[in-house]
């Protein structure tokens, strides 16, 4: 049996962990997904995929052309650098309309949809049209009112008919990994079990990086302690001989 999954899409392999994300996709309980992952997860083959399938879809269902498809990162430099060679080769010519802007960084499809790569650095900037669907790279490193502020509400501006059934929202997935309990943790404990729109996933690769930063974080309260036990008795030492305190080493 083959450890890959192959999107209908094609072109892309996804691991089973990658599979497990891309199949939650499109899914009502699912709107909005949370991915917290470790390195060598392979998040450029995830999102290659997934933005292949809401190219697709956004000609299927007939998506205004009004609403968009981006992928996005806590910068634009950081954005192009990750992420636009990749999306030109997940987008084949015959799915364009024409040559790719090198300058916006984005690709018009025969459908009239439009995909880009932006940086949230400016976000304000990015205010206009509406959003299909929408990766964030990197999220912890993301500033929560490019979300909060702009993303979001472009989000929810979105409608589409789904086999006579009107949908409203587009639909994002977060991806990165936490720096301690900001937005980024907030999000992913939104997507536990329970939660009508958000799904959340975690790695194996992550539980061990968490294991090995606590484990680092215990030898620096180790070595923080010895340092202070070794000043302390320095310094009684000193009161001893004149009733001088001096603190050495710190």
């Not at 899409?9 to 949370?34: C, F, H, M």
Request: hydrophobic share 40%; net charge positive; aromatic share 12%.
């Amino acid at each position: 049996m083959s450890q890959f999954f192959n999107p209908p899409e094609g072109s892309v392999q996804l691991t089973p962990k990658q599979a497990n994300i891309y199949l939650w996709g499109w899914q009502k309980e699912a709107r909005l997904r949370d991915a917290v992952y470790g390195r060598r997860f392979g998040k450029t083959f995830l999102a290659k995929a997934e933005m292949r399938r809401a190219a697709r879809l956004a000609a299927k269902w007939n998506v205004s052309v009004e609403n968009e498809i981006w992928y996005a990162a806590p910068t634009f430099k950081q954005a192009k650098r990750v992420f636009w060679k990749r999306l030109k080769q997940a987008i084949p010519a015959s799915w364009r309309a024409g040559k790719p802007n090198e300058t916006e960084c984005s690709i018009t499809l025969r459908s009239g949809h439009i995909i880009r790569v932006v940086g949230l650095d400016n976000y304000d900037d990015l205010r206009g049209s509406g959003l299909f669907f929408l990766i964030i790279d990197e999220w912890a490193d993301c500033k929560w009112a490019a979300w909060e502020e702009v993303l979001r509400p472009m989000l929810s501006t979105c409608k589409y008919m789904v086999n006579g059934e009107q949908r409203v929202g587009g639909h994002v997935l977060r991806i990165g990994t936490p720096k301690g309990f900001n937005h980024c943790y907030d999000t992913f404990m939104d997507g536990q079990p329970g939660h009508q729109t958000v799904k959340a996933f975690l790695t194996l690769h992550y539980k061990v990086e968490i294991f090995l930063s606590l484990k680092s974080l215990l030898l620096n309260a180790k070595w923080i302690l010895r340092h202070l036990v070794r000043n302390m008795k320095q310094a009684l030492r000193a009161i001893k001989v004149s009733s001088t305190i001096v603190l050495t080493g710190c």
